[in-house]
């Protein structure tokens, strides 16, 4: 469960004096996707400076069960990526050198290293409370240790990151979000109702060439109303096209608070 969503958040906040020059925040989630069922923790960070900006998350799944009772996390993920921005106050300064880093582990199969490269262009409106950032980005991924026949014949993902603030007129009501899309050869397997071999019908597996990811994102400051501003509600569904090992589209919706510090 990636969080790319206080970037565009934290992007659109910061250029119209609503923050600091940084942001952290924690967010906790209940996720009802058939396949999960747990609770997952994300740490985030966005801060800005003269140079670009550094954005990061880490993800903790609580899945280790025993006895049908969790007992730790069993899964960790994260991301960090920094935009390079010498130009900021010229023509050019909606564009920067984009760099990330990806990597964890889920149920004991490693998430390999990968390593992202490219550019970011932000678009945004007058007021600054619509923002679209567009990511162009070659990605290296080490494939070592992996099934044969992983790899990546086209070694590009595009990633859209939006923002929508005050939705509706509704002061504290954000909408915001990211998807990405990229080139991977990997095998992907149907669900299992019945829930036996790890929930995936391991005989009907195919090929995959690609992989959408997408984590459309709604929170409403409820502590607004009680003199605590950094108090969220909200939640989350994440859409996949041939994530992971699952095989095809699945949506995954997930509730959470979030406390921004």
């Not at 991301?79 to 300064?93: D, M, S, V």
């Not at 990546?152 to 595009?158: A, D, F, G, H, Y």
Request: hydrophobic fraction near 40%; proline fraction near 3%; charged fraction near 20%.
């Amino acid at each position: 469960m990636s969080k790319k969503t206080i970037l565009a958040v934290a992007v659109a906040t910061l250029a119209f004096g609503q923050l600091a020059a940084a942001q952290t925040n924690i967010q906790v989630f209940y996720d009802f996707g058939k396949d999960r069922k747990h609770v997952t923790t994300t740490i985030e960070g966005f801060y800005n400076d003269n140079w670009g900006n550094t954005f990061f998350f880490v993800d903790h799944d609580f899945n280790n069960r025993i006895d049908n009772r969790i007992i730790s996390p069993n899964g960790t993920y994260m991301e960090i990526a920094r935009c390079l921005n010498f130009w900021q106050n010229t023509k050019l300064g909606g564009l920067s050198a984009h760099v990330e880093y990806n990597g964890g582990i889920y149920n004991k199969y490693s998430i390999n290293n990968a390593f992202l490269v490219g550019l970011d262009y932000f678009f945004h409106s007058k007021d600054f409370r619509n923002t679209l950032n567009v990511k162009l980005l070659y990605k290296w991924t080490d494939y070592r240790g992996l099934p044969e026949g992983y790899k990546s014949q086209i070694p590009m993902q595009l990633t859209l990151v939006w923002g929508l603030q005050d939705l509706f007129g509704a002061k504290g009501l954000r909408f915001s979000g990211f998807a990405d899309f990229w080139w991977q050869d990997h095998d992907v397997y149907p669900f299992l109702d019945d829930k036996a071999a790890d929930y995936r019908d391991w005989s009907q597996g195919r090929k995959s060439r690609f992989v959408f990811l997408s984590e459309p994102q709604i929170w409403y400051s409820v502590g607004q109303w009680f003199g605590v501003p950094n108090f969220n509600v909200g939640g989350e569904v994440e859409l996949s096209y041939d994530f992971g090992s699952a095989k095809g589209f699945w949506a995954r919706p997930c509730l959470g608070v979030k406390w921004v510090f």
